[in-house]
């Protein structure tokens, strides 16, 4: 009597687990870490009612602190797009000394305490500073002005880009620049053609990141800015003097509209990012 012998055969096991049970704890930890305390800004900010709530929104030291954070922060991420991509091109296309020191540099922004870098940032910059008194003969004040904080916040903000456009300057295959240059094409037709349509997604998400960051920043805009009322205050530092005249309700009002805003604002990146990223497909 023949009889066939199966070999015997491992069952397979994946290092993750299913389906189920990951997408399961993802919707935990998504609505224990996001959800549930971004609900709460809302909950709280519901105690003024809708018409105190317009008041508060509509009032001009809100609507100019807004101004001041959103205008400084989109004028930062708009600068470390350009600059971030001409230093990661710089780290990724070239072999020069200390090159992994600069590499290293770049993350210093994020190891350092932002209080640090804006006491910094400050001595620097103000009138009696390095270079401060450098630029006060011309005219130029950076401390206590919206433009000390858009460098302060392109000092914290720049390696978000810069990390972002790395990994994607790695995977450019440089035999399709060398085909495109053997065929004719000039270097800047060679960039315009073949690498920045590639970089143009990173340089959205960076942009994003970048942006992301600033709006929120605390620690080293308070010190550069002067905290002057419809000048150079932040929405940070409004919600904190609310807080500290006990204004719960009031501080949590403006955190919800600033965070609606600022969820508005990214959706619209992140759009843009999709069809951008979809177009070139």
Not at 119 to 129: H, V
């Amino acid at each position: 009597m023949n009889s066939t012998v199966k070999p015997f055969k491992l069952k397979e096991h994946s290092v993750i687990p299913g389906f189920n049970i990951t997408m399961g704890f993802t919707l935990s930890y998504v609505t224990l870490i996001i959800l549930i305390p971004v609900s709460m800004v809302f909950v709280n900010s519901s105690g003024i009612g809708w018409v105190n709530f317009w008041e508060l929104a509509t009032s001009q030291r809100v609507l100019s602190a807004l101004n001041v954070s959103f205008g400084t922060s989109a004028i930062a991420a708009i600068v470390n797009v350009f600059f971030g991509l001409l230093i990661a091109w710089v780290i990724e296309r070239y072999t020069f000394p200390g090159k992994k020191i600069v590499d290293g540099l770049i993350d210093l922004p994020f190891a350092l305490p932002t209080a640090v870098a804006g006491i910094a940032l400050t001595t620097l910059y103000a009138p009696n500073g390095w270079i401060g008194q450098l630029l006060a003969p011309l005219g130029l004040r950076m401390s206590y002005t919206p433009l000390g904080i858009t460098i302060a916040l392109i000092f914290i903000s720049f390696p978000f880009v810069v990390r972002t456009v790395q990994p994607v300057l790695q995977s450019i295959d440089f035999e399709v620049e060398e085909a495109a240059m053997c065929l004719g094409a000039t270097r800047l037709q060679v960039f315009r053609k073949i690498i920045f349509p590639e970089l143009l997604p990173a340089l959205i998400t960076g942009f994003a990141l970048a942006f992301a960051r600033a709006i929120g920043e605390y620690g080293s805009v308070v010190f550069i800015s002067g905290n002057m009322p419809l000048k150079t205050e932040i929405v940070p530092l409004l919600i904190k003097t609310q807080l500290e005249q006990y204004d719960y309700a009031g501080a949590t009002a403006i955190a919800a509209m600033m965070l609606v805003i600022s969820f508005l604002m990214l959706l619209v990146i992140n759009f843009f990012q999709w069809w951008v990223s979809n177009r070139h497909k």
